[in-house]
């Protein structure tokens, strides 16, 4: 029977002496299994140098930048910037109000002629309104562009009757304007509740109208003129009668803007 031969079992070949190894005080490594290798590495090479097919990768891998704090800076400069744009409005806004001590104008109606209106009949009306409006600028250094654009409504309830627009003018500092506006309508069917409702608010001598005014207009402060503002205007007016001669008898007119 044949003995099988490892390679750490071959004997020294002729005139060489199999010299005993030194007993040292670390425990003996195991001997490797017949028929294996054991190769060593230096330590510093591990994880260190890829294998040629994975060279590559890590080369791509090697040059790539973290995303997360390329997009963290980008958003605290965003913000940074924003902070400081809201600031430097604050502060002109402020510097703004403390020199030039803007004050919002002030709308009423002063006068209201009527025609058109036929309450006996069931036929479509075409009601005219020749409205006057009194604007007010109270401040010193503020002057007001009032542009093309502008559109003046007048309803009773939800029905708008008639429609018609401002003329455009400059309206200087501390100054009162009274424009005239007609306003007509076309066509405006009312059923015979609603004209039964006027007839009696007629007798009574007090028919509610609401006055919509919208006007785009330029703030000129100093030699500066701003973009374009909406002025809204909405009047709560009551009149004796439907007539040309008719009188407002109440006026209530509520102002606001949309600065964009």
Not at 10 to 35: D, I, L, Y
Request: glycine letters at 4%.
């Amino acid at each position: 029977m044949s003995e099988q031969v490892h390679p750490g079992d071959s004997p020294p070949t002729s005139g060489e002496h199999s010299v005993p190894k030194p007993a040292t005080s670390s425990p003996e490594k195991p001997a490797p299994q017949p028929g294996t290798y054991v190769i060593q590495i230096p330590k510093d090479q591990i994880y260190r140098v890829p294998p040629p097919e994975n060279a590559h990768r890590y080369a791509h891998l090697s040059k790539r930048k973290p995303r997360r704090s390329t997009c963290r800076s980008c958003c605290c400069c965003l913000l940074t910037t924003i902070i400081a744009l809201l600031l430097a409005a604050a502060i002109a806004a402020a510097v703004i109000y403390f020199v030039f001590k803007p004050e919002s104008p002030n709308y009423s109606v002063e006068s209201v002629a009527i025609k058109g209106f036929n309450l006996t009949s069931p036929s479509p009306l075409s009601p005219e309104f020749d409205v006057t409006v009194r604007a007010h600028n109270p401040n010193d250094k503020i002057g007001i562009y009032y542009e093309k654009g502008s559109s003046v409504k007048v309803y009773y309830d939800d029905i708008n009757l008639c429609n018609g627009a401002l003329p455009a003018f400059f309206q200087p500092t501390n100054n009162v304007t009274l424009f005239k506006t007609a306003l007509k309508g076309s066509e405006i069917e009312l059923n015979n509740a609603v004209l039964r409702t006027l007839s009696d608010q007629q007798n009574k001598g007090a028919v509610p109208f609401s006055l919509k005014l919208r006007a785009p207009v330029k703030i000129k402060v100093g030699s500066i003129k701003t973009w374009k503002i909406t002025v809204k205007v909405t009047c709560k007016i009551t009149v004796d009668k439907l007539t040309a001669a008719s009188k407002v008898v109440s006026n209530d007119c509520d102002y606001g803007v949309d600065l964009w």
